[in-house]
């Protein structure tokens, strides 16, 4: 995930969901009147959750991104972690100690951007400072990942995206560019994770802005798993 901070609740992203093809799922909705309204998501069908959502009317967004244990949790004592992006956009976020696998919680609102990172032993609460960045599974701007240490500095070549009237059309295109790589490189955003041992394939991307305006995100399914559409 690529995220631009310009200040306090302004922040702009490019968010790419890598999950099992098997597992189905349905594109951004509010699919959760009863529980979360007003709450748009992408959802997880099996376990009902969301890898990203949005309230427009707390001005608040949240991304879900998984992250190693250091602790062995038996996955038939591990609660989902769907509910996590749900909770934060309603102003609840993860505190004390989940009864969850690793995750990387992305979080914006009026107060700010910050990741909270689970590891299974520690919850972490680290803000995002104004300017470009990169998380996947590890930490922020991690520099030994890979697709990081590849794409960042290609990101931020780009400048402020509150510059450029056309931020995600310039994001997008440079996506598309790392889409040359093959999908199993360790360098690739869009990814097929099977030669590493995960089913995880990439399966869609999504452009967010988050501002005192409003909280708008598009998403776009790729035409199969791991491939751009040309």
Do not use: C, K
């Not at 991304?63 to 102003?91: C, I, K, M, Y």
């Amino acid at each position: 995930m690529v995220i631009d901070v310009a200040d306090a609740g302004t922040a702009r992203l490019l968010a790419v969901r890598d999950e099992d093809p098997q597992r189905e799922w349905d594109a951004l909705g509010e699919w959760w009147p009863d529980d979360y309204p007003g709450v748009s998501g992408i959802r997880d069908r099996r376990a009902g959750g969301a890898w990203m959502a949005a309230n427009p009317s707390t001005g608040r967004l949240a991304v879900l991104l998984n992250r190693a244990d250091v602790a062995d949790l038996a996955d038939d004592r591990a609660q989902s972690r769907g509910s996590l992006a749900l909770e934060s956009v309603t102003g609840r976020s993860p505190e004390g100690t989940p009864p969850m696998h690793g995750f990387n919680l992305f979080e914006v609102g009026p107060e700010g951007a910050r990741v909270i990172s689970w590891d299974g032993a520690e919850l972490r609460t680290s803000p995002v400072p104004r300017g470009t960045h990169m998380i996947a599974h590890d930490d922020l701007d991690d520099a030994d990942t890979p697709r990081i240490a590849t794409w960042l500095p290609r990101f931020r070549a780009l400048g402020p995206t509150e510059d450029s009237p056309d931020w995600a059309t310039e994001w997008t295109s440079l996506l598309a560019e790392s889409a040359t790589l093959a999908p199993e490189d360790d360098r690739a955003i869009i990814r097929d994770n099977r030669p590493h041992g995960y089913p995880t394939q990439s399966l869609l991307y999504a452009v967010a802005s988050i501002s005192q305006e409003g909280v708008e995100v598009r998403d776009h399914a790729l035409p199969r798993p791991a491939h751009w559409n040309a």
